[in-house]
């Protein structure tokens, strides 16, 4: 399993317009890709415009095919929009131990 971690910041302004798209794109990447097996998006409790998506895929090709989905692009659109330019670090990992438990 491939886990992709992206931490980000977004403009004050555009905060509703953000979880707006973001929470689309997370649904559909769970929802219309198979090897999507996870998508949280988490925001900081100490600071509301901070955010951390944590997404699990079955391999490298799943991360690939997420990357050039349709939803994808609307998301990258919302994101030239809402995300603080240069805060955005993505961090792809190989998974060694996973754990799931109940929902949120």
Known sequence: MIALTVSLHVVPERLDDFVDAITTNAKR???DEPG???FDVCQDL????HFVLHELYVDEDAVAAHRAAPHFAVWREAAER???PGSQVNT???VRAHHAG???
């Open 82 to 84: 809402c995300v603080v």
């Open 29 to 31: 990447s769970f929802t």
């Open 46 to 49: 100490a600071d509301p415009h």
């Open 36 to 38: 999507c097996l996870h």
């Open 92 to 94: 792809l990992s190989a």
């Open 102 to 104: 109940g929902a949120a």
